[in-house]
């Protein structure tokens, strides 16, 4: 009998300290949701510009991709006239925003315009999650071929087949739980993605749990690079050539602790089989760059960590050719695009746009949604052209890693904007030499409305 007591005495206080041990762990994980919930809120206050319309109307949801086990909406935009073989950009917004939301801010759709590619902009429900933030931690949605992860792959198979796009160019990005999602694809789907980019994320397989996915946000995780760079190499069969990737964060970032970029590099620098040491460094303009190049000298991972920035997205709002997005909640102008620089490593973006429709600003299709309808000449609606084309052009943002990402190794010289403006109209057919222009051409009353505002030498 007295065994019988102490057994049953053992087992009531291993209960016990069982409880005490879940009470403990549920009051942690309670406190943890409750920062990160209250950095949210925070967060998502911003003073500049709010999200309306505008950018509504460039994204359409499309139905029908797939089977969806993530239970996730698909949204997308191309530009009209989109060339075969062009490439495609699928973009992963943050939690609390929407796909759209998460476009207009970041301008990537704009730069779809700009340069000639189909973007993707897969989209979490709150039926999902409250916060709208995609499940990047939990194996059930993060595993190839398993939840959120197949709905997104099926979703680019579905771009793929609609718009004819070059299998070999397929690009991801996405923004904290969203670059965190970017981490999980890199590694679920490697063979599909020629780069990817994580603004504000996490590495793969830095958590498992809620609560593990809590911790690193605050934390950080360290692991040794093979450590890393093994979670990568067990996620898929496939054994390179690896995405390229480049890699943002803000060094006073709140909500996901800097540290974790620094553990994305120690990752992808192991499955590269690169060292630890970057091959270029630079101190910029308010930021830091390090570049890693491969064998052949092409560079293959980027790093940028701006100073004093918080969690979100950099832009250069109002820089001349960096010009891209606009600010807001998690969107901040620092006088550097992220956007823009990310399209450039990519090489799918360079300096000057390659979309005959960027001479109005947006591909037509998205100008009817952007403006009302007006008369047009030669095909471009005059109040189009006259916003896009006033945009100020200052120097560009000082490079020095090389040309390989689309730099340039001196700084760019001063030049008149007014000079840029005339070739491209000429190169384009609006404009021709004064003297051969008959009185009445469409091409007269385009030159002398330009003049008129300025925006053309006399």
């Known amino acids: 009998m007295a065994r019988e007591v102490l057994m049953v005495g053992l087992l009531l ?11 403990e762990t549920l009051a942690k994980l309670a406190q943890l949701r409750r920062r990160f919930d209250r950095l949210l809120k925070s967060g998502a206050r911003h003073p500049a510009t709010t999200f309306g319309s505008t950018g509504a109307g460039r994204l359409g949801q499309v139905t029908g991709f797939g089977s969806n086990p993530g239970s996730l909406r698909m949204l997308a935009y191309a530009p009209r006239n989109l060339p075969r073989a062009s490439p495609l950009v699928v973009a992963l917004h943050g939690c609390t925003q929407t796909a759209s939301a998460y476009d207009h801010h970041s301008g990537w759709s704009m730069l779809a315009d700009r340069h000639g590619f189909a973007l993707l902009c897969p989209e979490q429900q709150h039926a999902n999650n409250p916060n709208t933030c995609f499940t990047w931690f939990h194996p059930a949605d ?3 071929n ?6 997104i792959r099926q979703m680019i198979e579905r771009m793929i087949q609609d718009h004819d796009i070059d299998r070999r160019r397929v690009f991801i990005v996405g923004l904290s739980a969203g670059g965190a999602m970017t981490a999980a694809m890199l590694a679920a ?4 993605f ?11 397989g830095s958590a498992a749990t809620v609560q593990a996915a809590f911790e690193a946000m605050a934390q950080g995780s360290d692991r ?6 093994d979670l990568i190499r067990s996620a898929s069969p496939h054994r390179g050539p690896w995405p390229r990737l480049s890699v943002w964060h803000g060094s006073a970032d709140r909500i996901v602790n800097p540290r974790n970029a620094e553990e994305i590099l120690k990752q992808w620098t192991n499955v590269h089989g690169l060292s630890a040491e970057p091959d270029f460094e630079h101190q910029g303009r308010g930021h830091s760059q390090r570049v890693w190049r491969d064998k052949a000298g092409a560079h293959v991972i980027e790093a940028y960590v701006v100073s004093g920035m918080g969690h979100g997205v950099p832009l250069a709002v109002a820089h001349g050719a960096d010009h891209c997005g606009h600010p807001g909640a998690f969107h901040f102008d620092v006088g550097l695009s992220s956007t823009l620089q990310i399209a450039k490593f990519w090489r799918i973006a360079g300096d000057r746009p390659t979309m005959p429709d960027a001479v109005a600003g947006a591909s037509a299709s998205a100008t009817r949604l952007l403006v009302p309808e007006r008369p047009v000449v030669s095909g471009i609606p005059l109040t189009a052209a006259r916003t896009s084309l006033s945009e100020p052009i200052a120097k560009r943002f000082e490079r020095s890693a090389g040309t390989d990402a689309g730099y340039s190794d001196a700084k760019s010289a001063p030049f008149d904007a007014r000079d840029v403006i005339t070739a491209t109209l000429q190169k384009v057919g609006l404009l021709v030499p004064p003297a051969s222009t008959p009185t009445g051409d469409p091409r007269s009353i385009i030159s002398s409305t330009l003049r008129s ?3 053309l030498k006399e």
């Not at 398993?146 to 709905?151: D, H, I, P, Q, T």
């Not at 789907?189 to 599909?192: A, D, H, L, Q, R």
């Open 13 to 23: 206080d291993n209960k016990e300290i069982a409880m005490a041990g879940l009470r």
């Open 142 to 144: 993060t595993e190839r």
């Open 146 to 151: 398993r939840g959120e992860a197949l709905s």
């Open 189 to 192: 789907y490697p063979e599909v």
């Open 194 to 204: 020629a780069g990817g980019s994580i603004v504000a994320g996490l590495p793969y």
């Open 224 to 229: 040794l690079p093979e450590q890393w760079g």
């Open 453 to 455: 505002v300025g925006l």
